[in-house]
């Protein structure tokens, strides 16, 4: 066995937390101005009629923008 060149190795922007976008998500964790609110399409319980709520991913939080004050 010898280290194979074409190993997939993960990607320098894996994301520490594990956390990825959401369809729902209208920015990145860490974005100014983008916070997380409660998921509208199944209003924070992560599920929509027994599924995984395809909007923010189960989480029941997307990430929008605050509209800045
Ligand atoms: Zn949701």
Redesign the pocket.
């Known amino acids: 066995m010898g280290n194979n060149p074409a190993d997939k190795k993960p990607s320098s922007t894996v994301n520490p937390e594990g956390t990825k976008p959401n369809p729902?998500d209208q920015g990145a964790p860490g974005t100014p101005g983008v916070g997380e609110n409660v998921?509208r399409?199944?209003s924070?319980?992560?599920k929509?009629a027994g599924a995984e709520?395809p909007?923010?991913?189960?989480?029941?939080v997307?990430l929008e923008e605050l509209g800045g004050a």
């Not at 909007?55 to 029941?60: A, E, H, L, N, R």
Request: charged share 0%; net charge neutral; proline share 0%.
């Open positions: 729902g998921c399409v199944c924070g319980t992560g929509v709520c909007t923010c991913g189960g989480t029941g997307v």
